[in-house]
Nanobody
Framework: QVQLVESGGGLVQPGGSLRLSCAAS????????MGWYRQAPGKQRELVAG???????NYADSVKGRFTISRDNAKNTVYLQMNSLKPEDTAVYYC???????????????WGQGTQVTVSS
């Protein structure tokens, strides 16, 4: 069994900051890419930021320069530092990991339960 547990969401004023965390646990052999997605009401889920096992990152254009993704491989944890938050960043943020379980020969995508981020004055 593999679980991704997110934390760190909440209500913040425009211009504020939040830090999201996502810890993967269970019978994990290797974690390849980890990332954050978000879904606003009435919109499709979109990629916010991703990071591979070597530390290479990619970001949605809308968050470049404001958000930073990082990971701690020893803790199987990925972080999303969000600065200069805007109302349009309001969404449910989901953690994603492409990982291989112990005893498996291929990898699968796993998702967290989501954490709400609301940016409002």
């Amino acid at each position: 069994q593999v679980q991704l547990v997110e934390s760190g969401g909440g209500l913040v004023q425009p211009g504020g900051s939040l830090r999201l965390s996502c810890a993967a646990s269970g019978s994990i052999a290797t974690i390849y890419t980890m990332g954050w997605y978000r879904q606003a009401p009435g919109k499709q889920r979109e990629l916010v930021a991703g990071i591979n096992s070597g530390g290479s990152t990619n970001y949605a254009d809308s968050v470049k320069g404001r958000f930073t993704i990082s990971r701690d491989n020893a803790k199987n944890t990925v972080y999303l530092q969000m600065n200069s938050l805007k109302p349009e960043d309001t969404a449910v943020y989901y953690c994603n990991a492409d990982l291989r379980r112990v005893g498996s020969i291929r990898s699968y995508a796993y998702w967290g339960q989501g954490t709400q981020v609301t940016v409002s004055s």
